[in-house]
């Protein structure tokens, strides 16, 4: 039985990050540039870019547009917390009102 966690850790948090890698190659980021942005190694965009990689769930509405703008920021060097901006982006992926307990807002 699969619990709710393992869902985040192998099917969230990769087609979070895929959707991010995608957004900053379409806004004109290499997968190097993005691989920096994302902290992340450059093979790991280019799996997430070709659907190797994080491509089980595709996201619409708000996470879509949270998404978009963490990307923009990430390219504008507008972000002071990666980790509360991922969480955000999770919590709508998810559907639910209260927020992780971590520290996110």
Not at 54 to 71: H, V
Not at 77 to 85: C, G, L, M, S, T
């Amino acid at each position: 039985m699969e619990t709710p966690c393992q869902k985040i850790v192998w099917d969230l948090v990769p087609a979070i990050r895929a959707s991010l890698a995608i957004e900053l190659v379409k806004r004109g980021q290499s997968q190097a540039a993005s691989a920096k942005l994302l902290g992340i190694a450059p093979s790991a965009v280019s799996q997430y870019i070709s659907g190797k990689r994080g491509y089980r769930i595709e996201f619409q509405g708000e996470t879509k547009e949270l998404i978009e703008k963490l990307a923009q920021d990430l390219i504008e060097n507008r972000v002071n917390d990666f980790v509360a901006r991922i969480c955000e982006i999770c919590v709508s992926a998810r559907g639910i009102e209260n927020k992780c307990n971590n520290g996110c807002s």
